[in-house]
């Protein structure tokens, strides 16, 4: 289980972690953060969809063509934990050593954004709110590594769960089984 971990994780990592990057670069240099969050969340799926075949090897060769959920599931998990770490490494040090005024230049996009878009006062005072909020959090090295964290994360837990729903397969126990 540990190799299979670590080689999809490894592998799933550097997708979404070069995706990042080049993605990141993009906007940071022109300024346009538009478009780039649907790019990046499709970048998670497209590298999330290695715990599935992760997942799928080891029910395959180790598991004898059996596994449970619970398994199936932690081994899910695993591979969005390796995934996700080596995003946030990723981040932590192209924000730190490269582009560490980002969040400054985000948080000008979003507040421009949101009196740009003609809603309310109120509606736009939460939204300032709540970008500054995010901005005061970047102030902490904990802070930048649990929002990055929450950014992908969630999202290698879906993925793992659906993927042990659709791979979960329940060993016979002894019983046989006689086809019509």
Partial sequence: MKKI???????????VSASML????GCYSSGNFEGNMLLGYASMILAF???F????????KQGNGFISFGKAFKIGVYISLVA???????????????????????TLHVIQKAQASGAGAAEVADK????????????????????????ILPVGLVVSLIS????????NNGTIVIAP
């Fill in 5 to 15: 971990v670590i080689v999809f994780g490894l592998i799933a990592g550097c997708i």
């Fill in 22 to 25: 080049v993605s990141i670069a």
């Fill in 49 to 51: 969809s290695l715990i």
């Fill in 53 to 60: 075949v992760g997942i799928k090897s080891y029910r395959d």
């Fill in 84 to 106: 996700s770490t080596m995003y946030v490494a990723a981040w932590l040090v192209d924000y730190y050593a490269f582009i560490p005024d980002f969040m400054d230049k985000y």
């Fill in 128 to 151: 300032i709110k709540q970008i500054r909020s995010m901005q005061s959090m970047y102030n902490s090295f904990l802070g930048v590594v649990l929002l990055t964290y929450m950014e």
């Fill in 164 to 171: 042990a729903l659709i791979l979960k397969r329940k060993a």
